[in-house]
């Protein structure tokens, strides 16, 4: 579900422990500007995920891994019974050796035939004959060579590797099973690169394109943003739901992230920066509108404001703000500290 409401970062810094708690019984927020952000939803997903498939059929005689182990590039994942193509790979050198031993032959044959011929000893058509049959016999060493490439590779088919570090998310397969190439064994992923996917809608995605600029917010804490390497935008729209799919390549390390996980992406849509408040913290007084701010030597004092748009529990502040100032969230703990200085002097 897409978050149409608009975002706009404001960085709270609580209290620093210079400011005792007995002192300001109340938190504090000190006022940065920000600029116009677009939440959407996005799920994470890894750059690298593959399923791995039998290249020759066999019966399975070992499975090394099994669902989150994890594996290194290389590691040999499970072994499919080798009997027979080591035999066909056997057969294969066998069969090289003897197309070598008559292609010697027929090199002999050519030479002993070549000289006759010189002496007019024999026809042209013995030498054509002599001449072909080395070519053949050179065919046939090439065929035996290619065969033996080709058995030695169905011999290392047997053994299934991994093609990339990661860990096992799916097993297909089970032990003695019988399987025929293409059929799927084991399904992984890598966690050294990871990406966001989001739809964005054709409302926004001419400002997302303009901009490319986004920061991701994992749900498990949303105080937390995770930064953003790039972003692809993809370059036509979903003709049923109108929105423009996205992949946002994250940086490589991050540890609290995984492959299937919900996450907010906050897209930058505009340069205009905003000074925002919480809603909560702004007071009405009759026909004044005012918040307390915290001044020198921590002396709280309520300021006339003057206040602009809404953009859901923020507020944005036109005058009687600047950045850097620090406000009071708690209204009603800021206006007894208020009540308490006075009575002190």
Request: no cysteine; hydrophobic share 50%.
């Given at each position: 579900m897409h978050i149409t409401?608009?975002?706009?970062?404001?960085?709270?810094?609580?209290s620093s422990s210079s400011i005792a708690d007995d002192v300001l019984p109340f938190s504090i927020a000190k006022l940065e500007p920000s600029v116009k952000e677009q939440i959407l939803d996005g799920t994470i997903e890894a750059v690298k995920k593959a399923t791995m498939s039998a290249q020759v059929s066999g019966r399975i005689t070992e499975i090394m891994f099994d669902v989150d182990d994890q594996v290194k590039k290389g590691d040999i994942i499970l072994r499919i019974r080798d009997t027979e193509y080591k035999a066909r790979l056997k057969n294969a050198k066998a069969a090289l050796k003897e197309a070598k031993a008559n292609l010697k032959d027929a090199q002999l044959e050519l030479k002993r035939v070549t000289g006759l011929y010189k002496d007019k000893m024999i026809s042209e058509s013995v030498y054509d004959k002599a001449k072909a049959q080395l070519k053949s016999s050179e065919a046939r060493v090439a065929a035996s060579e290619s065969k033996i490439?080709?058995?030695?590779?169905?011999?290392?088919?047997?053994?299934?590797?991994?093609?990339?570090?990661?860990?096992?998310?799916?097993?297909?397969?089970?032990?003695?099973?019988s399987i025929q190439p293409g059929k799927p064994v084991m399904t992984g992923f890598s966690l050294d690169q990871l990406r966001a996917v989001v739809d964005v809608p054709q409302s926004y995605v001419n400002a997302v394109r303009l901009h490319k600029t986004?920061?991701?917010?994992?749900?498990?804490d949303q105080k937390?943003?995770?930064?953003v390497k790039n972003m692809t935008i993809f370059p036509f729209a979903n003709p049923q739901s109108h929105t423009f799919h996205v992949r946002v390549n994250l940086n490589n390390d991050i540890t609290s992230l995984f492959p299937g996980m919900l996450v907010k992406i906050a897209f930058k849509i505009d340069e205009t920066k905003r000074l925002l408040i919480p809603q909560s913290?702004?007071?009405?007084?009759?026909?004044?509108i005012a918040i307390y701010v915290l001044e020198e030597n921590n002396l709280v004092k309520l300021r006339q404001i003057r206040l602009g748009n809404s953009f859901g529990d923020k507020i944005e502040?036109?005058?009687?703000?600047?950045?850097?100032?620090?406000?009071?969230?708690?209204?009603?703990k800021a206006g007894i500290k208020l009540k308490q200085q006075m009575e002190s002097k």
């Open positions: 409401k608009y975002l706009f970062l404001l960085i709270f810094i609580l490439t080709e058995a030695n590779e169905q011999l290392d088919n047997t053994k299934i590797r991994a093609p990339y570090s990661g860990i096992v998310v799916e097993r297909h397969i089970e032990l003695g099973e986004a920061r991701l917010i994992p749900l498990l937390e943003t995770v930064s913290a702004v007071v009405h007084r009759s026909e004044v502040v036109l005058a009687g703000l600047d950045a850097g100032e620090k406000i009071a969230i708690d209204p009603v």
